[in-house]
């Protein structure tokens, strides 16, 4: 499967801790995206990287999440001393910037985090 | 503030007939708009893209057109069947590629 991946598909954490996801994009891909989605509404954008490079951050993305694509392949995010309000679908996206397509984003399958 | 508004409420239509969704937008204007299909506990699948130059486009049964002077986009699907019940998500696109969602439509097809 060449899709975008993402791990983990599930995690339930306490409030306080710290949590990590990781997402593999399309291998070609030079843009990754991560978006966050609660139930009953659309994604809504936190972050994205061009290369290694991350461009542009939403105001969502307060000072506890934290994102990298180190050598812009694949992607983590953090998110640090985890809330209830965090409790939502992290969803990541990959898209090949100047492709015929241009600005077409294929998801991963979401990672569902759950803060008891 | 950007708003982008599809049907709230469910549609429920039979197997064969067309199904249109609808997705308006303001203070926006957008260089394309894609239409996503999600299905529970799933990411978003992509379906169609249109650029703000093109009025429509199509996909087998899918057809989308997009009118930036109403800022309206439809999304019809023909001859509909069970299997193309989702939640259909239309997005906005500009600068940086990032995607503005609205909060999509549930679509049940029944027999």
């Known amino acids: 499967d060449t899709g975008v991946s993402q791990d983990p598909r599930h995690k339930i954490t306490k409030r306080g801790q710290n949590v990590t996801f990781r997402c593999d994009p399309i291998?070609?891909?030079?843009?990754l995206y991560w978006y966050r989605q609660t139930l009953g509404q659309g994604p809504e954008f936190l972050t994205y990287f061009q290369n290694e490079a991350q461009l542009e951050k939403s105001r969502l993305l307060s000072d506890r999440f934290s994102a990298e694509r180190p050598k812009g392949s694949f992607s983590t995010l953090e998110i640090q001393r985890t809330e209830q309000g965090d409790s939502a679908m992290y969803l990541c996206?990959?898209?090949?910037?100047?492709?015929?397509?241009?600005?077409?984003?294929?998801f991963g399958p979401g990672t569902r985090l759950t803060v008891l | 503030s950007q708003k982008i508004e599809q049907n709230s409420e469910a549609l429920n239509i039979q197997e064969g007939k067309t199904a249109t969704l609808t997705c308006n937008y303001t203070n926006y204007s957008p260089a394309y708009l894609q239409w996503y299909r999600q299905d529970p506990g799933r990411g978003p699948v992509f379906l169609l893209l249109i650029r703000e130059n093109e009025k429509e486009k199509r996909k087998e049964r899918l057809k989308v057109t997009f009118d930036t002077t109403l800022k309206q986009s439809l999304f019809h699907i023909t001859a509909s069947q069970p299997a193309d019940s989702a939640t259909y998500l239309c997005a906005l696109g500009g600068g940086g590629n990032k995607l503005t969602f609205g909060t999509g439509t549930q679509l049940k097809v029944e027999l």
């Open positions: 996206a990959s898209s090949l910037e100047g492709s015929h397509g241009g600005g077409t984003q294929y």
């Open positions: 291998s070609e891909h030079n843009r």
